[in-house]
């Protein structure tokens, strides 16, 4: 089973910049589509963006196109997320599976890492 970290959260002003990074050991990312969820205080955990394994499209939530820019660096896969707002609080997660879809969905991705917080907040 893949094993997964993530890095990069923290406390950042509404309009900053934060870049998480997503980590394997022992394994290639390469071969996974790599997803990156949400979970905010009280809400269900949400898909942000995925990337696929091959050559294919990229997902953005409508929430984040614009803002947020997922890449393949190395055995990494990195979310750059920029003019950042309150409502992008959560807990972000990095999942490996399969497939992106037509969206990504928790039930395709069956290696997750720990998590980490982000707070946007004056």
């Known amino acids: 089973q893949v094993q997964l970290v993530e890095s990069g959260g923290g406390l950042v002003q509404p309009g900053g910049s934060l870049r998480l990074s997503c980590a394997a050991s022992?394994?290639?990312?390469?071969?996974?589509?790599i997803g990156w969820f949400r979970q905010a205080p009280g809400k269900e955990r949400e898909g942000v963006s995925c990337?696929?394994?091959?050559?294919?499209r990229i997902y953005y939530a409508d929430s984040v196109k614009g803002r947020f820019t997922i890449s393949r660096e190395k055995n990494m896969v990195t979310l750059q997320m920029n003019s950042l707002k309150s409502e992008d609080t959560a807990v972000y997660y990095c999942?490996?599976?399969?497939?992106?879809?037509?969206?990504?969905?928790?039930?395709?991705?069956?290696?997750w890492g720990q998590g980490t917080q982000v707070t946007v907040s004056s």
């Open positions: 999942a490996a599976g399969w497939s992106c879809g037509p969206y990504p969905t928790q039930r395709d991705f069956n290696s």
């Open positions: 022992g394994f290639t990312l390469n071969y996974y589509a």
């Open positions: 990337i696929p394994s091959t050559e294919g």
